[in-house]
């Protein structure tokens, strides 16, 4: 059945799977866990088995299955708001007169909310909240459920999601990166807390560069100053927020090479490859540099003017 599709967590799927087999979804989950634990993956399985017109719901094969999974489905709604932190709570208020008109589609209306609301948000909802429409399902996800006020989180079935041990996360790591090797996929493991989706990212950032950092890599590495000299005169049209991103990378980059260089495991081949070139003073006064980079890009120093001063003092 589709909640397999959930990794570890053997207890809240099986309690899941009982109850979806009695028929007794609940109106509201509450859907715990930190970053990367598989929150949006749990929302999506309960809402597809909410829908699901199959035999073992989810049965992920249906035409409505197949839709919430793909984002598609008229009766799953994500209420998001990209451009803030917080759904506002103008975006609930009118989402709230969205859910007592009936589903499209399905036999049921299911609401996610990825984003946390403001208390005022949640007030909004505690109207739906105490008399929900027969066909409503709401999930909330939460990266700490304390923060969720207790008239709402008392009235939530709460799901928690645990993080997974290493025969359970290594061989999905080893499915995405087949030319990863064993150092690398377990050092991922280790800083990823037990989340998939961590690991996933961590896996990510150590085996993508790109072209700037690649010249970044080159000139520390292999001293070579043309390619860094390049890379930096590239980027001095650069926007602010991506500079400042690729300088935040490079600082993690040489604070990596200077654990290994300390004798401990990390992820990140260049970094390993960097800190067997360079003594560790070198590594810690380039990593200096670009702390003073990223100060003076939070501050009010032109891109340009930063990109001319790391050439002069990391060459
Ligand atoms: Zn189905």
New binding site residues.
Partial sequence: MGFDKLLGNHRLRENLKNSVSRGKLSHFYLISGPRGSGKKTLARLIG?AAV???ER??????D??RKVMADTHPDFITVVDPEHKEVPVKMVRAYREDIFIRPNEAEKKVYMFPQELRNEGYNALLKVLEEPPSYGVFMLLTDNPEKILPTIRSRCTELNLLPLNASELLPRLRQAYPQADEETLAAALDRSGGYLGQALELMNQGMEADSQTKGFLAGMTHRDTMALLQALLSMEKWKREQFLSTMNRWAEILQQALICRSGSKVLSEAARQMSSQRSGQELLEAHRCIQKAIEYTQGNVSVAAICGWLSWVLR
């Fill in positions: 597809a699901c017109q199959g719901k989810p049965c992920l094969t249906c409505h299955c």
